[in-house]
Nanobody
């Protein structure tokens, strides 16, 4: 099993920045990709970004491309999501997830492990 714990959420004004962290513990070697998803009130959970453990390649949803950056620190078993130029529509609960699928994974159903989520609120 892999346990994921997110942190770093909070309240920020539009145009501001936040960095989310996702600390992994347990059988972390069993995951090949990590991703971030978000769920806004009344909406379905959606893909935000993913990173391949092997290659370090990344992929982003169009809505965050150029503003968000996903990265990882293998020594710390931690994945980050740097969020810049935040907009009110970025307000959501952000979830970290780990997948045993090799490559860039954007589909929720292919993720095996999930964190509890962290709230991000962007005020206008």
């Amino acid at each position: 099993q892999v346990q994921l714990v997110e942190s770093g959420g909070g309240l920020v004004q539009a145009g501001g920045s936040l960095r989310l962290s996702c600390a992994a513990s347990g059988r972390t070697f069993s995951t090949y990709a990590e991703g971030w998803f978000r769920q806004a009130p009344g909406k379905e959970r959606e893909f935000v970004a993913t990173i391949s453990r092997r290659s370090g390649s990344t992929y982003y949803a169009d809505s965050v491309k150029g503003r968000f950056t996903i990265s990882r620190d293998n020594a710390k078993n931690t994945v980050y999501l740097q969020m810049n130029s935040l907009k009110p529509e970025d307000t959501a609960v952000y979830y970290c997830a780990g997948s045993r699928t090799i490559g860039l994974v954007t589909t929720q159903s292919t993720y095996n492990y999930w964190g509890q989520g962290t709230q991000v609120t962007v005020s206008s």
